[in-house]
């Protein structure tokens, strides 16, 4: 059962330039969390917001969360290169697990 | 650092043989779980498990079983192998064991190509 959606699938931005993602799920949730993973890798833990907040940072991070809304999305500010990655969002429903949606292929030029 | 190792990059097995897929994880986490990634589809969850000796199925276990003789070790079972299993398979592994606010520590996946 697939929870959450990214938006848009793929993005090409420029190296200095903010990119951002969107994430919608359907169901409520205990807290929201978003992945990176680089090629062929395993998923890395950026952040992860509970439903009870509304915005978070983590250094170029920040990540909205609006529950009436059921979307999240992540902004990452001043882009590098090395933040080339696919982005995930992971909804935990209250005891379903996490759920991934397809993921964001972020592709940032130099 | 959380250390998720998956006991191989890449696996190329024939149709029917028996896989075992191994991952173990060094910080003593109860929850341990296996994802399968496809294109277009993200991960899809296999199966899981929160203690020792116990195993819960996810959202697609046909095929496939596990095995969680210890805490550390979680191994997934591909009891006949079939082409439509050929994929990325990822393990992870979280803290507690019904806190869903703890995050997934994954391994570098595992690509089984079935042939």
């Known amino acids: 059962s697939q929870q959450g959606e990214e938006d848009p699938q793929a993005l090409s931005i420029q190296e200095g330039e903010n990119a951002t993602m969107n994430c919608s799920y359907k169901t409520s949730i205990n807290n929201l969390q978003w992945y990176r993973q680089n090629s062929g890798r395993g998923l890395v833990h950026l952040i992860l917001i509970r439903s009870n907040e509304r915005e978070k940072h983590s250094g170029r991070l920040r990540v909205t969360l609006d529950t009436s809304k059921k979307s999240s999305s992540l902004l990452i500010t001043a882009s590098r290169a090395a933040d080339t990655a696919s982005y995930f969002c992971?909804?935990?429903?209250?005891?379903?697990?996490?759920?991934f949606g397809p993921g964001t292929r972020l592709s940032v030029l130099p | 650092d959380v250390k998720v190792t998956q006991s191989s990059r890449y696996l190329v097995k024939r149709t029917g043989e028996k896989v075992f897929l191994e991952c173990v994880q060094d910080?003593?986490?109860?929850?341990m779980f296996w994802y399968r990634q496809d294109p277009g589809l993200g991960l899809r969850l296999i199966y899981f498990s929160y203690d020792v000796k116990m195993k819960e199925k996810g959202d697609i276990p046909e095929g496939y079983s596990v095995s969680r003789e210890k805490k550390e070790r979680f191994s997934l079972i591909l009891e006949s192998a079939s082409t439509n299993q050929t994929s990325m398979y990822l393990c992870?592994?979280?803290?507690?064991?019904?806190?869903?606010?703890?995050?997934?520590?994954f391994g570098n996946g595992t690509r089984l190509t079935v042939t």
């Open positions: 992971a909804t935990d429903n209250y005891g379903q697990n996490f759920v």
């Open positions: 910080m003593d986490h109860e929850n």
């Open positions: 992870a592994s979280s803290l507690f064991g019904r806190d869903y606010n703890s995050p997934l520590h």
